[in-house]
């Protein structure tokens, strides 16, 4: 079914697979780069999103409407298109002149990085305002400054609860890197687009990245999964479900 893969490309010295893998390669690199700025930034807004300081609070949530109600299509168009026109010349130049892939990575970057973040952000509040009140009181009446109240009270505890939602997240941006194809990073639809063009099998070519983008997804849920077990506050094992609807029956006791 897939054979177009292992057939040789027009000029004859690399297989297609090779342009999907190297897509594929392209994409994780993408994804995991955008992820580790995005779990940063999310985390930074989303305690400044629940902060006592009105200013910084309001500042957050500035942040997270604007790049969380934008497309992000939208937003990888303008950094790719709009932003060097704003800079310096000298520095707009230079990021026109970024040498392939680079010139398209890093705005794609920039773009999935800043989108993320702010979703992320929301869910950093609300695994923060899930959490009683009272801890925050009590942390102020033992002195601890609201750095040290987050650092070790909020943020630890509301991290274990939001797992399941960055779960979701971490696949949803592996999902999104496919919108870069559309500022020419070749990423793994681009390189199926690409396969389709020159071999027009359409079937083959997308099939071949969608088995990818699911081998990708289920990759990413056993790690999130493992790690949300592992990261468990202890008390909180879901119950078997059947055992506590219907018990089982004790064995009537022997004469």
Known sequence: MFEVLFETVQD????????LLN???WTVALALAGWCVAFVLGVLVGCGRT??????ALAARLYVEVFRNIPIIVQMFLWYFVLPELLPPELGNAMKKMAPPW???VPALIALSLYTGARVAEQVKAGIEALPYGQRSAARALGMTELELYRTILLPQALRI?????TSEVMGIFKNTSVALTIGLLELTAQARQINEFTFKTFQAFGAAT?????LALSVYAVMHGLEKRLRTPGTEPTNTRRRFFPMRKEAAKP
């Open 23 to 25: 897509g594929l390669a």
């Open 51 to 56: 902060s006592s300081n009105r200013a910084i």
């Open 12 to 19: 004859g010295e690399e297989l297609y697979l090779a342009w």
């Open 103 to 105: 010139g398209a990575f």
């Open 211 to 215: 088995i990818l983008y699911l081998l």
């Open 162 to 166: 939001i797992m399941p939602t960055l």
